[in-house]
């Protein structure tokens, strides 16, 4: 009656059918199953809630322990998912920008004191004459005795005055100064001629504006005579940040293929970024600078460059962190932070836990006879519940792990020595001397040297 192909079909429709009458009651039963412990679970956590506010020792605010109860269901996930609360996200979404208005200063809580670690060259705090070590007592003669609130009210609207109270070694009264706020940019990228025809740039984090910034680097090396012919890329001590902002970089210097893949339950959260053509083509030599304090972005950055043949990586094992994270806005001004994806290099290589390996293994020591630097050890796998590497495998240990200490530099002061000069400055210029002290950039401008003079003995 039929054909040996709609026969098929019929067959294979009946089966649908009988399927789905089958198994349709099942999976409601599930559902309403999955519904009802869910309802379970949120009358315990009320009755929870209920308790401790009736009998604990301290009066609790509902507030805090419903932050603090979603704090801890979402950081037990993995460690880079938190509960933003509407003041952590305003900061994220500064730290992030190019720009944040205020007086100018990068500060610390050291000896409980509010702490200038260094005033940012050009702004209102620097031309005020605020040093590094000043310890801030006041702010508008209010004690400051918590940092995040004391960054609060140093920051304001652009042409507000603000009075900070210092405290400085050598002066015996407490000093008084007035500030007049100002528009502060965040740079992301310092550069720098290490000699003629080789660049070094620097980028420190992952904002909004670092293409922008790198473009304006690069060009500016570019044009300089004679022209370029290698480039050292640092990302030490780069913890990441805007994902887009490592693609586009990734691009500037790569020309086809893919960068990155991630890989999430959502297809929202899978994607693949391909490379563009660059314009102009930057085809000259780079070395790039990685170590255990590269994390995130920079990571992407890294293995985008090394997968793709583009550039040699030196220095130590990187941080490991191969999860991309996605901001959700929640009521009132907070907001999730949640890991939705896992990343993969060109090659489809997961970082997770196991971080991108340098093709030449350099540990760093700086020769100076002021701060020895020494590489980061605390990685991604050392965190509390950090995500498992793909198929669940525990990442091994890197193989540039140092088996002895590495030995400080001849009359190096150890200690962080106040005002004591490092090679690489977030707030001052870069200085290609200092930098020639340091010695993964030594080391990575000799590799550079060198293939170029092998390309003209090549040559002929």
Same mark, same amino acid.
């Given at each position: 009656?039929?054909? &040996?192909?709609?026969? #098929?079909?019929?067959?294979?429709?009946?089966?649908?059918?009988?399927?789905?009458?089958?198994?349709?009651?099942?999976?409601?039963?599930? %559902?309403?199953?999955?519904?009802?412990? *869910?309802?379970?679970?949120?009358?315990?956590?009320?009755?929870?809630?209920? +308790?401790?506010?009736?009998?604990?020792?301290?009066?609790?605010?509902?507030?805090?322990? +419903?932050?603090?109860?979603?704090?801890? /269901?979402? #950081?037990?996930?993995?460690?880079?998912?938190?509960? %933003? *609360?509407?003041?952590?996200?305003?900061?994220?979404?500064? !730290?992030?920008?190019?720009?944040?208005?205020?007086?100018?200063?990068?500060?610390?809580?050291?000896?409980?004191?509010?702490?200038?670690?260094?005033?940012?060259? @050009?702004?209102?705090?620097?031309?005020?004459?605020?040093?590094? $070590?000043?310890?801030?007592?006041?702010?508008?003669?209010?004690?400051?005795?918590?940092?995040? !609130?004391?960054?609060?009210?140093?920051? $304001?609207?652009?042409?507000?005055?603000?009075?900070?109270?210092?405290?400085?070694?050598?002066?015996?009264?407490?000093?008084?100064?007035?500030?007049?706020?100002?528009?502060?940019?965040?740079?992301?990228?310092?550069?720098?001629?290490?000699?003629?025809?080789?660049?070094?740039?620097?980028?420190?984090?992952?904002?909004?504006?670092?293409?922008?910034?790198?473009?304006?680097? %690069?060009?500016?090396?570019?044009?300089?005579?004679?022209?370029?012919?290698?480039?050292?890329?640092?990302?030490?001590?780069?913890?990441?940040?805007?994902?887009?902002?490592?693609?586009?970089?990734?691009?500037?210097?790569?020309?086809?293929?893919?960068? /990155?893949?991630?890989?999430?339950?959502?297809?929202?959260?899978?994607?693949?970024? /391909?490379?563009?053509? #660059?314009?102009?083509?930057?085809?000259?030599?780079?070395?790039?600078?990685?170590? @255990?304090?590269?994390?995130?972005? #920079?990571?992407?950055?890294?293995?985008?460059?090394?997968?793709?043949?583009?550039?040699?990586?030196?220095?130590?094992?990187?941080?490991?962190? $191969?999860?991309?994270?996605?901001?959700?806005?929640?009521?009132?001004?907070?907001?999730?932070?949640? *890991?939705?994806?896992?990343?993969?290099?060109?090659?489809?290589?997961?970082?997770?836990?196991?971080?991108?390996?340098?093709?030449?293994?350099?540990?760093?020591?700086?020769?100076?006879?002021?701060?020895?630097?020494?590489?980061? *050890?605390?990685?991604?796998?050392?965190?509390?519940?950090?995500?498992?590497?793909?198929?669940?495998?525990?990442?091994?240990?890197?193989?540039?792990?140092?088996?002895?200490?590495?030995?400080?530099?001849?009359? &190096?002061?150890?200690?962080?020595?106040?005002?004591?000069?490092?090679?690489? &400055?977030?707030?001052?210029?870069?200085?290609?001397?200092?930098?020639?002290?340091?010695?993964?950039?030594?080391?990575?401008?000799?590799?550079?040297?060198?293939?170029?003079?092998?390309?003209?003995?090549?040559? @002929?």
């Amino acid at each position: 009656m039929f054909g &040996s192909r709609n026969t #098929s079909r019929w067959v294979m429709a009946l089966v649908i059918i009988l399927a789905i009458a089958v198994f349709a009651p099942g999976a409601y039963r599930l %559902l309403a199953a999955e519904k009802e412990e *869910t309802y379970q679970g949120l009358k315990l956590f009320t009755d929870a809630i209920d +308790i401790v506010q009736k009998d604990y020792v301290d009066e609790v605010q509902p507030k805090t322990l +419903i932050e603090n109860a979603i704090q801890g /269901m979402v #950081s037990s996930l993995d460690p880079h998912s938190s509960l %933003l *609360t509407p003041d952590a996200f305003k900061e994220l979404q500064i !730290d992030t920008q190019g720009e944040f208005t205020g007086i100018g200063i990068h500060v610390t809580m050291r000896d409980n004191l509010v702490t200038v670690i260094s005033p940012i060259e @050009g702004t209102p705090a620097y031309e005020a004459g605020i040093k590094a $070590g000043d310890k801030i007592i006041k702010v508008d003669g209010t004690t400051t005795d918590n940092l995040n !609130d004391a960054v609060k009210r140093m920051r $304001g609207p652009k042409g507000t005055e603000v009075t900070i109270t210092i405290v400085r070694e050598g002066e015996p009264k407490p000093m008084d100064f007035k500030l007049i706020r100002d528009v502060i940019p965040i740079h992301s990228v310092k550069a720098v001629q290490l000699q003629p025809g080789y660049g070094y740039v620097w980028i420190t984090h992952f904002r909004e504006n670092t293409l922008e910034d790198l473009l304006a680097a %690069l060009q500016k090396l570019e044009k300089a005579d004679p022209p370029m012919k290698g480039l050292v890329l640092d990302l030490r001590d780069n913890p990441g940040g805007v994902l887009n902002q490592a693609i586009d970089v990734s691009d500037v210097f790569i020309d086809e293929g893919v960068i /990155m893949t991630s890989k999430g339950r959502l297809k929202r959260h899978t994607k693949t970024y /391909m490379a563009t053509k #660059s314009n102009p083509p930057r085809t000259y030599p780079m070395v790039v600078l990685i170590n @255990g304090g590269s994390a995130s972005a #920079s990571e992407i950055v890294a293995g985008a460059l090394q997968d793709s043949k583009r550039a040699l990586l030196l220095g130590t094992t990187t941080f490991g962190k $191969g999860s991309v994270q996605a901001i959700e806005n929640l009521s009132d001004g907070y907001a999730l932070k949640l *890991t939705v994806a896992r990343y993969y290099t060109p090659s489809g290589r997961s970082i997770q836990a196991k971080g991108v390996e340098p093709d030449i293994v350099v540990p760093h020591q700086i020769i100076t006879e002021e701060v020895a630097d020494k590489d980061r *050890t605390f990685k991604e796998r050392d965190l509390a519940n950090h995500l498992e590497s793909e198929g669940g495998e525990n990442a091994p240990e890197p193989k540039d792990k140092p088996k002895e200490k590495a030995p400080e530099p001849k009359d &190096s002061k150890s200690k962080d020595k106040e005002g004591a000069k490092p090679v690489r &400055s977030r707030v001052s210029p870069l200085n290609a001397e200092q930098l020639l002290k340091d010695n993964q950039v030594r080391r990575a401008l000799d590799i550079l040297i060198s293939h170029d003079i092998f390309k003209k003995l090549a040559n @002929g």
